[in-house]
């Protein structure tokens, strides 16, 4: 595996499947009644977010600390960011204090590559969101789900997505989290098809790894699972659908729609959730919906990418017959 996460294609299908496995291994020991790892005891991590986030901080937080290591959290509001402090000077400052691991979210496209390949930090960068670019913890989070929902606990040997048909609808224009998925989907062999107006396909869009669609009525019977985004008002800058009424009429999920998809099929979203724009109240709260799994999960998924960039050789999860082991 690199040294730092920033997109999703830095996995190769060895590293992704890896982090996967490891996941379920953690997410074992979340089943424990004391859930605490010892696999980062002394090292720190911190949490540099300059855009707004409930999730993925929290859960960033929750997985670094049930490693055991020492958690900083930074927020750029509140911080001398508001005084005009560059990336640069609160790198460094951050470096001063000894930072193993950096988890940077920021509105600016580039900034954890920036940060990565700057000098200005020695320790392993992870991109948690970085403007419309990309957000690989959540695309690997979302494969987990998927993963477990359609083939169940006892996945492995990799092959489990291939074939599989991943069907990501809404602002795919403004959206890391599709960006995200199409590469890491791809790399783990399943079929992605996107599905949004005109307005919100990125352009170069023939290049992705991917097929468009702008029906999503004739999509949803051929899908494995469906993944509902947001439509992204803070980023937009115009005009991109006539109204909201109209949006979800054409691209919103509701129980009707959710009828049309295979029986074994779920239904996602990343979150933040917009109900009643792009999943109504109906679809959100069924069971075939996994947006809450997907919260749980990615703390998995992060206790899973924080060991194998930070953990070095010792095993994450030390096994009664380890203990054993040791005490010999
Ligand atoms: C997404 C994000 O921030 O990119 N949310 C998340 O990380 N769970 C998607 C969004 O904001 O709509």
């Not at 940077?104 to 700057?118: C, D, E, K, V």
């Not at 949803?220 to 699972?225: I, V």
């Not at 979800?248 to 959710?258: I, T």
Request: proline share 4%; glycine share 8%; with cysteine.
């Amino acid at each position: 595996m690199k040294r730092h996460l920033i997109s999703a294609a830095d996995l190769t299908r060895d590293d992704a499947v890896l982090i996967l496995d490891t996941a379920e291994e953690m997410a074992r020991v979340a089943d424990r009644p004391i859930k605490k790892l010892p696999t980062l005891r002394g090292r720190t991590v911190v949490n540099l977010f300059f855009e707004d986030s409930t999730r993925t901080r929290i859960s960033f937080e929750a997985a670094a600390k049930r490693l055991s290591a020492d958690v900083i959290n930074f927020s750029a509001k509140g911080s001398s960011v508001s005084k005009g402090e560059s990336l640069k000077d609160t790198a460094l400052t951050l470096e001063a204090m000894g930072a193993d691991a950096v988890v940077i979210r920021h509105h600016a496209s580039g900034a954890p590559y920036r940060l990565a390949n700057s000098g200005w930090i020695d320790g392993a960068v992870v991109n948690a969101g970085d403007g419309t670019h990309e957000h690989p913890t959540q695309a690997l989070l979302d494969a987990f789900t998927v993963r477990r929902r359609l083939v169940g606990r006892d996945a492995g040997l990799g092959r489990d997505l291939e074939g599989r048909r991943i069907t990501v609808v809404g602002d795919i224009l403004h959206s890391r989290v599709a960006r995200s998925n199409v590469l890491l989907l791809n790399t783990l062999g399943a079929h992605v098809t996107l599905v949004a107006p005109p307005t919100l396909v990125p352009v170069g869009v023939e290049n992705w790894p991917c097929e468009v669609s702008y029906d999503l009525d004739a999509v949803l019977p051929k899908s494995d699972a469906v993944m509902m985004l947001r439509v992204q008002s803070e980023r937009m800058n115009a005009a991109f659908f006539p109204t909201e009424r109209e949006y979800s009429r054409r691209y919103g999920l509701d129980g009707d729609r959710m009828a049309r998809m295979p029986e074994h099929a779920v239904v996602m979203h990343p979150g933040p959730m917009n109900r009643g724009m792009e999943i109504t109240a109906e679809v959100a709260d069924s069971d075939r919906c996994t947006v809450v799994e997907q919260v749980a999960n990615g703390v998995s998924i992060r206790m899973a990418v924080l060991y194998l960039l930070l953990g070095g050789a010792e095993p994450a999860v030390t096994t009664a017959s380890a203990r054993t082991e040791e005490t010999k």
